[in-house]
């Protein structure tokens, strides 16, 4: 068996992993549809970009924002999701039967075409929001190359999109932007979500330092003055990459 086989079969398991854990009923039928759904297309545009990740890179003018992970005087890199990850992002959409699936940081759009995949099962559409000029335009060739038609990328600050949100109510959100900003995008996406819609934030063993914000509400851990959402409830999937943390709306 080929390892991205393995990885598949790796991520399906995963998902349904975290849905018992949330407690978030989902459609154990959708995991036939999983394994073989993506397109040539877009595996060959996935593989394009993976082969980027390491090479390629821009320097910004702008230091009033960290887009994403830059520090001072950092370089900007593709930042992509792990390709496990990215693969258990696709595989919940699909059991969650999710239709409006929305992502804060498309980057080249890697993860992107991950969850196009996963809401093609379910005749669904993605919302992709990105700030940088730079990767707006990489991301836009990429979708095109990869010949996908449940895409829009919306160009702008995150937080001025959602406060005039109006493509309705939202199933699924991938967080993977602004860290220290995902405290403010949460008190904007929460009104805007169904029932049992889920909001995955990536990173969390290596910048939760600049989300700890976001991880007070929706943890409520061992952080000092910490204020819990009663809203919603959460799972910490440490060993998985980077550390991801999914939250369920109650």
């Known amino acids: ?33 999983i394994y073989n759904h993506e397109t040539k297309d877009i595996k060959r545009v996935l593989s394009k970009i993976e082969k980027m990740e390491n090479t390629w890179s ?34 919940l959409v699909a059991f969650l039967k999710s ?33 940088l000029k730079t990767k707006i335009e990489l991301a836009k060739e990429n979708f ?25 109510k939202i199933d699924f959100v991938f967080l993977d932007a602004d860290k220290e900003n995902y405290g403010k995008y949460f008190k904007l996406l929460l009104p805007l979500m169904r029932k049992n819609s889920v909001i995955v934030a990536d990173n969390v063993n290596d910048y939760g330092h600049m989300m700890e914000d ?20 959460s799972y910490y999937l440490a060993a998985l990459d980077n550390g991801l943390i999914i939250t369920k709306k109650i």
């Open 1 to 33: 068996m080929k390892n991205i086989e393995i990885e598949k079969l790796d991520a399906v398991f995963i998902a349904k992993h975290i849905l018992k854990k949330l407690e978030i009923p989902f459609l154990e039928a959708a995991e036939k549809n």
């Open 99 to 131: 239709r409006t699936i929305l992502e804060i940081g498309t980057s080249a759009g890697y993860s992107t075409l991950h969850l196009s995949a996963g809401a093609k099962i379910n005749s669904g559409k993605v919302y992709t929001i990105e700030l």
């Open 214 to 233: 976001y991880l007070k509400i929706v943890t409520g851990t061992h952080l000092p003055g910490s204020k819990v959402d009663k809203r919603v409830s």
């Open 144 to 168: 095109k190359d990869a010949r996908v038609d449940n895409v829009e990328l919306l160009e702008g600050e995150a937080s001025k999109i959602l406060k005039h949100w109006n493509n309705g």
């Open 58 to 91: 821009y320097t910004s003018q702008d230091d009033t924002h960290t887009f994403g992970r830059k520090i001072a005087s950092e370089k900007i890199k593709l930042w992509s999701i792990p390709s496990k990850s990215a693969k258990v992002l696709e595989a």
